[in-house]
């Protein structure tokens, strides 16, 4: 099993170490030896979702060469690959749309994943050609159960264009969206990375702002070609990061999240044994402004090292 740690340091200082943030650790990981061929995907969700307006949306290559509807398509070895993280209750990876295309569930815009949204990609980036539909999906309001298991709410996407003189006209987009199609698995292959700041997956602090310099570590296995950026933070040497990069090289990370500008995506993106993306991604947010996570999910670190 070939994972390695990498480690961009911190040069905290002690006055640093008494900021008033939480830090929230992240999940596990189910470590799988096989790396990802061409035509298999490390996601654990499999089957499609079922929108009122516009058909299917396919969460895995798997089940789009399975054909579960009968359909008729062809094979591909195309990545389509969604995870849940239970947890966390939420999703990442891209999934595949026949009428619109490309779903990013997190692959693409990493902070798709802690907004709980979706978004399509084509509406997203052409607003014009498909009539200012709204391409985000909400999905606040799903979670899972155990017993018996299964996903349980409904996910939503669109709204009504308007007429010039402020009247309704039609509805554009996805419409109501059923999870009752899909099912967690055990993935066939692994591919990930997992990053964490300060050995936590999330940071918030009371106060803002957060300044001085926080350690960034994270974990992969069958990845390549990993680069570290963020939403407005300074990252020096943001380079693809080389293989060679092992525990002990530096990187220096340093930068301010203040009352205008209260959450920071610090994103990592990697390639896997099979073409596709990797992402991994952490925020550091501060004040009243930003909802803080709640304490006790996933183990609640303070910075003076105290576990409650």
Request: proline share 5%; aromatic share 12%; charged share 15%.
């Amino acid at each position: 099993m070939n994972i390695s740690m990498k480690k961009i340091y911190s040069v905290l200082t002690a006055g640093a170490l008494v900021f008033g943030f939480l830090a929230f650790m992240p999940d596990a990981k189910n470590v799988n030896a096989q790396a990802c061929a061409a035509g298999q995907t490390a996601g654990n969700l499999y089957g499609y979702l079922e929108t009122d307006e516009i058909g299917y949306i396919y969460l895995s290559t798997e089940t789009w060469n399975d054909d579960p509807l009968g359909e008729g398509h062809g094979t591909t070895t195309q990545q389509v690959s969604v995870s849940y993280d239970r947890q966390a209750g939420t999703f990442s990876g891209r999934g595949w749309s026949p009428y619109a295309g490309w779903v990013d569930f997190g692959e693409v815009n990493t902070s798709n994943t802690a907004d709980e949204i979706a978004e399509f990609e084509s509406p997203k980036n052409d607003p014009d050609s498909w009539g200012n539909w709204d391409p985000v999906i909400d999905l606040s309001g799903i979670g899972y159960q155990t017993d018996p298991g299964g996903f349980t709410g409904t996910a939503f996407n669109g709204g009504y264009t308007y007429l010039p003189d402020g009247s309704q006209d039609e509805f554009v987009g996805a419409g109501d969206i059923s999870f009752e199609n899909v099912s967690i698995i055990e993935p066939v292959c692994s591919q990930f990375v997992s990053l964490t700041l300060n050995g936590a997956s999330n940071i918030y602090q009371s106060s803002c702002p957060v300044s001085g310099t926080i350690q960034i570590n994270w974990a992969s296995e069958n990845v390549t070609n990993c680069f570290v950026d963020s939403s407005n933070w300074n990252i020096s040497n943001n380079s693809s990061v080389p293989d060679e990069y092992q525990s002990g090289n530096n990187y220096t990370f340093t930068g301010s999240v203040t009352d205008s500008n209260p959450t920071d995506t610090v994103r990592i993106r990697c390639t896997g044994g099979n073409g596709q993306t990797i992402t991994d991604s952490a925020l550091v947010q501060c004040g009243s402004t930003v909802t803080p996570p709640t304490p006790g999910t996933g183990g609640t670190v303070i910075p003076n090292y105290t576990e409650v």
